[in-house]
């Protein structure tokens, strides 16, 4: 992906967040406090601000501004696992033309040991972890 196509991808993500919040806040609502969709909802469509506002020429300073507006917008843990996966994205394509695979998968990689290492968490622990790890060996 190259800076175009990623500020096409958080464009999309806030449009799909916004159209589904209502069925995630539903699905929360089970086990939780309802407020799901409504918080990633807000998140992607202030990392998506964001990303439109930064005049940056690589991938690696776009995943990093969604990161940081996405930390700032959304609370909860969601708000701070995405915004990690996105700050560890952009640290690993910093001044990239393109988000290739190498770089995508130390990313998630990083991502998921930092994941790890905060939420004292593994595969297994019912976590994102579980959603998380298998896009890491996918990409391995």
Excluded: W, Y
Excluded at 11 to 18: G, S
Excluded at 39 to 50: D, I, P, S, V, Y
Excluded at 109 to 129: C, E
């Amino acid at each position: 992906m190259n800076v175009k196509t990623t500020k096409t991808l958080f464009t999309n993500l806030a449009e799909t967040f916004e159209r589904e919040k209502e069925i995630l806040g539903q699905l929360d609502a089970v086990l939780g406090d309802g407020d799901h969709g409504v918080g990633m909802a807000r998140g992607f469509t202030k990392a998506n601000e964001a990303v439109m506002a930064n005049q940056a020429s690589d991938v690696g300073t776009i995943f990093q501004t969604a990161g940081r507006a996405f930390m700032s917008s959304t609370g909860g843990a969601s708000g701070s696992l995405f915004a990690m996966i996105f700050l560890e994205i952009g640290k690993a394509s910093l001044n990239q033309q393109v988000l290739d695979v190498s770089s995508l998968r130390l990313g998630i990689t990083n991502a998921v040991a930092a994941i790890k290492r905060l939420g004292k968490s593994d595969a297994g622990d019912k976590t994102f972890l579980d959603a998380l790890i298998p896009v890491q060996v996918v990409l391995e």
